[in-house]
């Protein structure tokens, strides 16, 4: 069963931000959100994760709700290369193995 | 090394067909997992490896046998396969113990049944 519902596609201009929402209204309080995202049918690529609090690395931001059912990945600064389809996923599990259970993704096209 | 390599790239098979992925890591990672991911679907896990035993299979077809014979290499054995099995194989590892690790993922190998 999804954890996570996503848009199927959105668009953003090069040299913008890109915000991407993620819904996951039945996590429970120990799951964690990962974002990961995937060109061109690679393998999917590990992007940002986070709790509670807000993360930043030098990939992008990630937004969750004080509530913690919705989340937003922020790319600063968007460019071609992000073109991509970004997953919002839980994380079920704390040990050495767990599972990532992976939303239907979002599609996005960064114009030039 | 930082990567997760995965042979062949690209798999073709007849149903009646035995054939074997192949998966490598040398990054000390003591978890590993087999997702299969169909056209414009995200992947699925199938299975996890925890310090070389299978810790998670979530219920998938006897004809696909997974296998760790060490702490750096995992294989996917396939035998009877289906059509609809066509997917793309992904292979990922990640760290031992517990705490906020990420999956690191392979390129994958992409398996057409006959």
């Known amino acids: 069963d999804a954890k996570t519902t996503q848009p199927p596609s959105m668009d953003c201009a090069e040299g913008r931000a890109a915000n991407l929402p993620c819904n996951h209204s039945?996590?429970?309080?120990?799951?964690?959100v990962y974002w990961y995202r995937q060109i061109h049918s690679q393998g999917p690529q590990y992007i940002i994760h986070g709790l509670k609090n807000n993360e930043t690395n030098e990939m992008a931001s990630l937004i969750i709700t004080e509530d913690r059912k919705s989340s937003t990945l922020i790319l600063p600064h968007a460019t071609l290369r992000d073109t991509a389809v970004y997953y919002c996923?839980?994380?079920?599990?704390?040990?050495?193995?767990?599972?990532?259970?992976f939303g239907s993704g979002t599609r996005l096209l960064v114009r030039p | 090394d930082t990567e997760v390599t995965q042979t062949p790239k690209h798999l073709v098979m007849g149903m009646t067909n035995k054939k074997s992925l192949k998966c490598e890591q040398h990054m000390g990672h003591r978890a590993m997992y087999w997702y299969k991911q169909k056209a414009k679907k995200p992947p699925e896990l199938m299975f996890v490896?925890?310090?070389?035993?299978?810790?998670i299979n979530e219920s998938v077809p006897s004809r696909f046998s997974p296998e760790c014979p060490n702490s750096s290499l995992l294989n996917l054995h396939l035998h009877a396969l289906q059509p609809e099995d066509s997917a793309l194989y992904l292979c990922?590892?990640?760290?031992?113990?517990?705490?906020?690790?990420?999956?690191?993922f392979g390129p994958g190998t992409r398996l057409t049944v006959l």
């Open positions: 990922a590892s990640s760290p031992a113990g517990t705490g906020n690790h990420e999956q690191f």
């Open positions: 996923i839980v994380r079920l599990g704390m040990d050495s193995s767990y599972k990532l259970i």
């Open positions: 490896y925890s310090y070389e035993k299978l810790s």
């Open positions: 039945t996590i429970s309080g120990n799951e964690y």
